[in-house]
């Protein structure tokens, strides 16, 4: 079974720019969560999709917004990219929403914002 | 809010030496116990977990920890490391259907 997909595996951008990255959970998994991981902050929650609804959010700017396809399917968006927003962005999939089901993480995208 | 305490930044061991890494969390509440390992260029991948029942879990690669709730506490051990265990830890902590918070992680440093 494939494990969780990320595209692009690296992405540089200008203050300023937007820019959307995109996960595809494991077959069957209907949870997808990100995460953004910096060596300041460590690994903070962005958002959950579950069956296309978001269902938890966590303490980021609108600038931050994601959505979920029919397929499971992710995307992240940044808008207005600053300097801070250089980071790893982690997706992970869960076969159910909810923190007990084993999230599956993929690869990361590395943003860098120059 | 929940919070996770991991106490070392930074652990250097001897290969083949034992090794613990120290967890601490906040909560009042029952919750869910992980953790995540991370090597270099990768994404997380999940050590073990503890749901409910025995406070004793044991996970992949010989990894285990152990769940105290009285000192709110979720070390991890292992008694014999390989260069192959160096890589970066994360303890997390949820509760029910909320997000999980992470800790800042512990580097693993395996010497030979």
């Known amino acids: 079974k494939a494990g969780v997909t990320q595209t692009p595996r690296y992405l540089i951008k200008t203050r300023g720019q937007q820019v959307t990255l995109s996960c595809s959970p494991i077959?069957?998994?209907?949870?997808v969560s990100w995460y953004q991981q910096t060596p300041g902050q460590g690994l903070q929650f962005l958002f959950e999709?579950?069956?296309?609804?978001?269902?938890n959010k966590g303490n980021f700017p609108g600038r931050f917004s994601g959505r979920q396809f029919s397929n499971s399917r992710s995307e992240m968006n940044v808008s207005t990219l600053e300097l801070g927003d250089s980071a790893l962005y982690l997706c992970?999939?869960?076969?159910?929403?909810?923190?007990?089901?084993?999230?599956?993480f993929g690869p990361g995208t590395r943003l860098t914002v120059t | 809010a929940q919070s996770v305490t991991q106490l070392d930044s930074q652990v250097p061991v001897f290969e083949e030496a034992p090794v613990e890494l120290r967890c601490n969390y906040s909560s009042s509440v029952s919750v869910y116990l992980f953790w995540y390992v991370q090597y270099p260029n990768q994404g997380l991948q999940l050590l073990l977990k503890?749901?409910?029942?025995?406070?004793l879990v044991k996970g992949i690669n010989g990894f285990e920890a152990e769940f105290n709730k009285s000192q709110t506490s979720f070390h991890l051990r292992k008694p014999s490391v390989h260069i192959s265990d160096t890589a970066e830890y994360f303890c997390a902590v949820s509760q029910g259907a909320q997000k999980l918070v992470f800790g800042q992680g512990t580097r693993l440093t395996i010497n030979p």
């Open positions: 077959s069957g998994h209907r949870s």
């Open positions: 999709y579950f069956s296309e609804t978001q269902r």
């Open positions: 992970a999939s869960s076969l159910l929403a909810g923190s007990s089901y084993e999230q599956y």
């Open positions: 503890y749901l409910s029942g025995s406070t």
